[in-house]
């Protein structure tokens, strides 16, 4: 599948185009193209500094950009962990209700439906026990869990996630796929960063490769291939009998979990 | 109790107190959570030359001159600040010192100052005027509507700004409305705390809120209640033993966050022990 031909087809509901993005001068992203259609779930890889979160925030609609990104349906989003403060007086329930409040306009305030809802989804993440647990008490994948409860209470169609399973537990990063594959039946698109080849190759029926442009998109057979991933890693890769090893010190140093 | 207040130049005291602690305590809040507590300290000290120049000017008044200072720091500030190689407050800290060096000037140059200069630095009782509390009447009911319309989004931008902003709570308009509910709140709080200790309002009792609370709504029930608490006890001490007002407010407010923080560490030794156990 070629990257640079995007034009939108009927079933896509992620379409960019020709995408650049450049902070201060120094260019971010340059000329990305590609397309989603619902029920797809993209894994977005690449180096430190590829412009895996650029990617997520363009599509968000968060950054003056040039080319065009044309997403049909309203967007959930999943920051990275660290951008939670676990400072904040909420119960593990409250950040879910929060997740109502863009359907809701920022004005109205979250009824018993909207409660009841969360109550749902956070049982959903199996966390129904933690409800009132203060969020900065929860451990970092039940905090991990509860932000993908919150996205999921935003009911959108595209479905966005920034480094979702790095630095968290084996079981919290099952429920978070188990979310996502019941996202996915629903005919929603999925995409996610990630720093691990594997578990994207696993999960993911759709890989993009970054690194500030976009190098490869595909399936992992066509992605995930020691020529390609040389051209997205450079240094980093180091060639082992015919295959290829990532020395990646961005999940190297994420990957303790707590 | 009630003794320290049996007299007009008092209760007017009280009137003013009760009625500024509703926005201390609700902004105080965000204060807290967000980190601005040196900057409200800051916004504080930063009022001194303009109260100096409105005592020395009755024209302009310390009201007027201490929201202009203000104003003129908040503006220095947020434009300085934009220098992506001066955050994490040293700009804050320079127009600090600038403010209080520029007071420091004015008062044995320009502006002939009656008041004597701890009223101006720590508050008075004596200087609550009807107007005072009128101001402080009005500024709390500006907070209620404020943040009763700007609640959950500011919750939401305070919790977790990278969700909040593509999530449509537009950060850059409450952070702005919060600055300036936080500037008139301490120049209407100025005449009885002081200018370097207008932020014991604003910071001890939601810090010790915190401590106690674990919801935001309980937080700010509490933080404007012990505000309250703080401001009643600190006037009647103030009276009692003849200090400054602002001193024995941030004082009271001082041994009750270090109850409050003993309390915590007992109750979370002791939960940690019922776990072990």
């Not at chain 1, 809701?104 to 009824?111: D, T, Y």
């Not at chain 2, 709570?169 to 009885?192: E, F, H, I, K, N």
């Given at each position: 599948?070629?990257?640079?031909?995007?034009?939108?087809?009927?079933?896509?509901?992620?379409?960019?185009?020709?995408?650049?993005?450049?902070?201060?001068?120094?260019?971010?992203?340059?000329?990305?193209?590609?397309?989603?259609?619902?029920?797809?779930?993209?894994?977005?890889?690449?180096?430190?500094?590829?412009?895996?979160?650029?990617?997520?925030?363009?599509?968000?609609?968060?950054?003056?950009?040039?080319?065009?990104?044309?997403?049909?349906?309203?967007?959930?989003?999943?920051?990275?962990?660290?951008?939670a403060s676990e400072a904040f007086p909420i119960d593990a329930l409250g950040v879910?209700?929060?997740?109502?409040?863009?359907?809701?306009?920022?004005?109205?305030?979250?009824?018993?439906?909207?409660?009841?809802?969360?109550?749902?989804?956070l049982?959903?993440?199996g966390l129904a026990d933690r409800a009132r647990s203060p969020f900065g008490t929860l451990s970092g994948g039940q905090r991990?869990r509860v932000?993908?409860?919150?996205?999921?209470?935003?009911?959108?169609?595209?479905?966005?996630?920034?480094?979702?399973?790095?630095?968290?537990d084996?079981?919290s990063?099952?429920?978070?796929?188990?979310?996502?594959?019941?996202?996915?039946?629903?005919?929603?698109?999925?995409?996610?960063?990630?720093?691990?080849?594997?578990?994207?190759?696993?999960?993911?029926?759709?890989?993009?490769?970054?690194?500030?442009?976009?190098?490869?998109?595909?399936?992992?057979?066509?992605?995930?291939?020691?020529?390609?991933?040389?051209?997205?890693?450079?240094?980093?890769?180091?060639?082992?009998?015919?295959?290829?090893?990532?020395?990646?010190?961005?999940?190297?140093?994420?990957?303790?979990s707590h | 109790?009630?003794?320290?207040?049996?007299?007009?130049?008092?209760?007017?005291?009280?009137?003013?107190?009760?009625?500024?602690?509703?926005?201390?305590g609700?902004?105080g809040v965000?204060?807290v959570l967000?980190g601005?507590a040196?900057?409200?300290?800051?916004?504080?000290?930063?009022?001194?030359?303009?109260?100096?120049?409105?005592?020395?000017?009755?024209?302009?008044?310390?009201?007027?001159?201490?929201?202009?200072?203000?104003?003129?720091?908040?503006?220095?500030?947020?434009?300085?600040?934009?220098?992506?190689?001066?955050?994490?407050?040293?700009?804050?800290?320079?127009?600090?010192?600038?403010?209080?060096?520029?007071?420091?000037?004015?008062?044995?140059?320009?502006?002939?100052?009656?008041?004597?200069?701890?009223?101006?630095?720590?508050?008075?009782?004596?200087?609550?005027?009807?107007?005072?509390?009128?101001?402080?009447?009005?500024?709390?009911?500006?907070?209620?509507?404020?943040?009763?319309?700007?609640?959950?989004?500011?919750?939401?931008?305070?919790f977790?700004?990278?969700?909040?902003?593509?999530?449509?709570?537009?950060?850059?308009?409450?952070?702005?409305?919060?600055?300036?509910?936080?500037?008139?709140?301490?120049?209407?709080?100025?005449?009885?705390?002081?200018?370097?200790?207008?932020?014991?309002?604003?910071v001890i009792p939601p810090a010790t809120a915190r401590l106690l609370c674990d919801r935001l709504g309980a937080m700010t029930a509490c933080a404007v209640a012990l505000c309250a608490a703080e401001?009643?006890i600190?006037?009647?001490?103030?009276?009692?033993?003849?200090?400054?007002?602002?001193?024995?407010?941030?004082a009271v407010g001082g041994i009750g966050f270090a109850v409050a923080a003993a309390f915590s560490a007992g109750r979370s030794a002791w939960s940690g022990r019922a776990v072990n156990a």
């Open positions: 599948m070629s990257a640079a031909e995007s034009a939108p087809g009927p079933s896509d509901t992620v379409t960019v185009d020709r995408l650049s993005v450049s902070f201060g001068g120094r260019p971010a992203l340059s000329e990305v193209g590609f397309a989603l259609t619902g029920g797809t779930f993209a894994g977005v890889l690449g180096p430190n500094g590829a412009g895996k979160t650029t990617l997520l925030r363009a599509l968000l609609g968060l950054l003056p950009v040039t080319g065009t990104v044309d997403l049909r349906g309203r967007t959930a989003y999943v920051p990275q962990l660290a951008t879910v209700v929060m997740g109502r409040y863009p359907r809701l306009g920022w004005r109205r305030r979250p009824g018993r439906g909207d409660r009841s809802l969360a109550a749902g989804l049982e959903q993440v991990q932000l993908v409860a919150r996205a999921l209470a935003q009911e959108g169609d595209v479905l966005l996630l920034d480094e979702p399973l790095t630095g968290i084996g079981p990063q099952a429920t978070i796929l188990e979310v996502i594959g019941a996202q996915r039946a629903q005919g929603k698109t999925v995409v996610m960063t990630t720093h691990d080849l594997g578990q994207a190759a696993r999960e993911c029926d759709r890989l993009l490769l970054l690194n500030r442009t976009l190098i490869a998109d595909g399936t992992a057979g066509e992605v995930l291939t020691p020529a390609v991933l040389r051209r997205a890693y450079e240094a980093e890769v180091v060639m082992l009998d015919g295959g290829a090893a990532i020395i990646d010190e961005g999940a190297h140093h994420s990957s303790h | 109790m009630l003794a320290p207040f049996d007299v007009p130049y008092m209760q007017s005291a009280l009137l003013a107190g009760l009625l500024i602690s509703v926005p201390c609700l902004l965000w204060v967000r601005l040196f900057f409200s300290h800051a916004v504080g000290v930063a009022t001194f030359p303009g109260v100096v120049l409105g005592l020395g000017f009755p024209a302009l008044g310390p009201f007027a001159g201490s929201l202009l200072a203000a104003g003129a720091f908040g503006a220095a500030v947020s434009s300085i600040e934009t220098d992506h190689r001066l955050r994490g407050g040293a700009v804050t800290g320079l127009a600090l010192a600038a403010a209080m060096a520029t007071g420091a000037v004015l008062l044995t140059t320009v502006a002939k100052v009656s008041t004597p200069i701890e009223s101006v630095l720590f508050g008075s009782l004596l200087g609550i005027s009807g107007l005072d509390i009128v101001r402080c009447a009005v500024v709390a009911v500006l907070a209620i509507a404020a943040l009763a319309l700007t609640w959950p989004r500011l919750a939401a931008s305070t977790d700004r990278a969700w909040a902003a593509p999530a449509g709570a537009r950060s850059a308009r409450t952070d702005a409305l919060l600055l300036v509910l936080l500037g008139l709140t301490v120049v209407t709080a100025l005449p009885a705390v002081g200018s370097l200790l207008v932020s014991g309002l604003l401001i009643v600190g006037l009647a001490v103030a009276r009692e033993l003849n200090v400054a007002p602002g001193a024995s407010i941030a």
